[in-house]
């Protein structure tokens, strides 16, 4: 996931996954694969690199691939 801030302000976490593709329309404009379109802060270049971090980031061989989880105090 990469992290996005929507024209509001409001931050939000976007999967990369789902992205079809990216349009600057002046504001940039990202499509999802289920029809969604979100307006966003970043300019289209700031979202590629950030997908590419992201996607080089988990092709680490050292990336940890479990998560761990946090107990509940008892």
Known sequence: MI??????????????DL????EQTPDTLISLA??????V???????VERVI???RMVARPDY???V???RAPE
């Open 19 to 22: 992205i079809e593709y990216i």
């Open 41 to 47: 802060r970043e300019t289209p270049e700031q979202i």
């Open 68 to 70: 761990s989880r946090v």
């Open 53 to 55: 971090e992201f996607k």
């Open 3 to 16: 992290a996005i801030t929507r024209l509001d302000g409001t931050p939000m976490l976007l999967n990369v």
């Open 34 to 39: 289920d029809g969604a379109k979100l307006c």
């Open 64 to 66: 940890p691939r479990e």
